[in-house]
């Protein structure tokens, strides 16, 4: 059984739009992927929220996490 590494890239981003994402993200993923790090999945860190009149509570989502994972090579 393969046995893996982990890597963890946290970013901040505006509203939830395309265009509110860092510059740079694209750049930072297509380097790991150089380096043979396979993403994995994004996770949202939920930052707090709000009562809208009563009804419900609201969160502010603008920090993430994204997981990526390679093959674990040692050296011998």
């Known amino acids: 059984m393969p046995k ?4 963890l890239l ?5 509203l939830s739009t ?3 994402l860092p510059n740079d993200l694209n750049v930072k993923f297509d380097k790991l ?12 860190i939920h930052g707090g929220g709000f009562s809208f009149f009563g ?3 609201f969160t502010n989502t603008k ?6 994972r ?6 011998i």
């Open 18 to 20: 395309a265009s509110s």
């Open 33 to 44: 992927g150089d380096e043979r790090w396979e993403y994995v999945e994004m996770q949202p």
């Open 4 to 7: 893996y590494e982990y890597k």
């Open 63 to 68: 920090n993430f996490v994204a997981v990526f």
């Open 70 to 75: 390679r093959k674990y090579e040692r050296n």
């Open 55 to 57: 009804i419900g509570i």
């Open 10 to 14: 946290h970013f901040k981003a505006g």
